[in-house]
């Protein structure tokens, strides 16, 4: 399950409503809880400008080593992990593609919200398959308190 406070999950559905009719992109920061670490709780993002150019970027998105990197450092110096990937699907449901499964890398929550006409919409989470065959659904939950509590 990935959690995710509700400023991080107020900011997924800004940036992808500002990113439309294109698709947006970014990392999510957290920790690693519960068992096996299976409970993720997203409390900041490191948004990113999608590297795919021109029209591309209506139904692909692309993050570049140099932002991964970006994230990792911002990461360590919050004492925090990068626990996964966000993006928009403009107009399309929050259901990965068939890019998204090719392009996607083991061990990260792929959060991915819906954009119709606009407007944020539906907003889900997805975990990659150990045999990299498919996805499968991750509870998403929003945590309603602050972005990140207070240390």
Not at 26 to 44: F, I, P, T, W
Not at 57 to 69: A, Q, V
Request: proline share 8%.
């Amino acid at each position: 399950m990935i959690s995710l406070f509700r400023d991080a999950e107020a900011l997924v559905r800004s940036e992808a409503e500002a990113a439309y009719p294109y698709e947006c992109c970014g990392l999510v920061m957290g920790v690693l809880d519960g068992q096996d670490g299976d409970l993720r709780k997203g409390s900041a993002l490191v948004v990113v400008a999608n590297a795919r150019e021109g029209d591309a970027r209506r139904r692909r998105f692309s993050i570049g080593p140099e932002d991964f990197l970006r994230a990792e450092r911002e990461a360590a110096r919050l004492g925090l992990d990068v626990i996964g990937v966000y993006h928009s699907h403009p107009d399309h449901p929050a259901v990965p593609s068939e890019y998204d499964l090719s392009h996607a890398l083991p061990f990260y929550s792929y959060v991915i919200v819906s954009v119709e006409g606009g407007r944020a919409g539906d907003m889900t989470s997805w975990r990659l398959a150990p045999d990299r065959s498919s996805f499968a659904p991750e509870p998403l939950e929003v945590d309603p308190g602050p972005a990140r509590p207070e240390s």
